[in-house]
């Protein structure tokens, strides 16, 4: 049960690869419009669906993933599941982060195109048991039983269309994706020629 002087703290997992304006909107989304004072960027060593998907190295993700957050007091970068074993799964981080900080009330926060997929997670219905989740808008809302469970909520925040693959393919074809991502991130991936970036911007 969930006492009243627990901090409200929004777990946003991800690969972060890399972090974008998208995410840092959200994320300040749900600091400044719900019940959630932190948010935590929780860094997924590998995403179970995605295991195909060509990553940028864990320390690389976390740096710009930091460099990113670093002005704001409510943002926190999470690594604790780059220390867990992989393949990372949602429902084990989640029961760490309980034992850790008992202090804290833990929201998960996920997009409306993760619905679809979420009866496939492990233990979901452990998931919904343990933490609220709260759903913010992706794309077209898909239909989904799993919005009237009683820990769901739907989350009016903003609609963004920006994805880390988008950045990823600009980057290597010559193109500036500048404003998609903080300048300082921009920056130091040009700058360490992540994703074969060319520095053009």
Known sequence: MNHPDQKVTGLLFGSFNPVHTGHLIIANHFVQYTRIEEVWFVLSPQNPFKTDQRMLGEKQRLELLELAIEEN???????????MKTPSYSIHTIKTLQQKHPGRQFVLLIGSDNLEAFDRWKDHEEILALVKVYVYPRSEQPASRILSHPNVSLVHAPLLEISSAKIREALTQGKCPRYLLPDKVLRRIEARKHFQSRGQC
């Open 73 to 83: 007091p409510a943002f926190i970068a999470c690594d604790i599941e780059l220390k």
